[in-house]
């Protein structure tokens, strides 16, 4: 028999290699990450490189995402003081801002919530108790009326200065009520938005 007859490789052999060197790999790999070395004293495990750096970009982003909601919580809270600092002081009025020529005074605002509440119309007589509110802090140099203000940015500026925030709320409450609830404002509503709007005039 010569030797050219004899088969130099076959399939089942090339299957039988490859399934042996994926088994090995296989066993390496698992060796390598759950084996302790013998000469170490300490139990540590050898974590792949591949699994170290999807933890620390799991980490750094983690850690990018807190960053960023501080941040952005942050700005919310004191834009209102940034914006009022770069404008030079709290008694800026934004030049965009549209003021009348003649302005209702605190005092006609007051007056006029009083007869729509005599009139059963408690919704109009607390809304004009709220604008009642606004003119008296901007008749007092307190903090001056902004068409672009919101009430929560009210809100921030008042709790910043050193005066008695409950009254400014309720009236501020209650007119977010008026705008964006469903809310129905009856009697005591108005009397409790009277009594702060007093407190308001008063201190």
Not at 93 to 108: F, L, M, N, R
Not at 153 to 168: F, M, W
Request: net charge neutral.
């Amino acid at each position: 028999m010569s030797t050219s007859t004899f088969e130099k490789s076959s399939w089942n052999w090339q299957i039988y290699r490859f399934q042996q060197q994926v088994e090995e790999w296989l066993e390496y790999k698992w060796y390598s990450l759950f084996s302790t070395p013998k000469k170490s004293p300490s139990y540590e495990w050898i974590i792949a490189p591949w699994l170290t750096f999807l933890l620390k970009l799991v980490f750094w982003l983690l850690v990018g995402l807190f960053l960023g909601w501080v941040i952005w919580k942050l700005w919310r809270e004191l834009s209102p003081y940034f914006y009022s600092w770069l404008a030079g002081g709290s008694n800026y009025i934004d030049p965009g801002t549209k003021v009348p020529e003649k302005q209702i005074s605190a005092v006609q605002l007051w007056k006029r919530s009083q007869q729509l509440y005599l009139q059963g119309n408690y919704q109009q007589a607390c809304r004009h108790l709220y604008l009642a509110m606004l003119q008296h802090l901007h008749e007092q140099g307190i903090l001056p009326q902004n068409a672009s203000r919101t009430d929560g940015e009210y809100l921030q500026l008042l709790r910043a200065s050193a005066i008695q925030i409950q009254p400014y709320e309720t009236l501020i409450l209650t007119h977010e009520q008026l705008c964006f609830g469903n809310a129905d404002i009856d009697r005591e509503n108005y009397e409790q938005c009277s009594q702060a709007y007093k407190e308001i005039a008063n201190s």
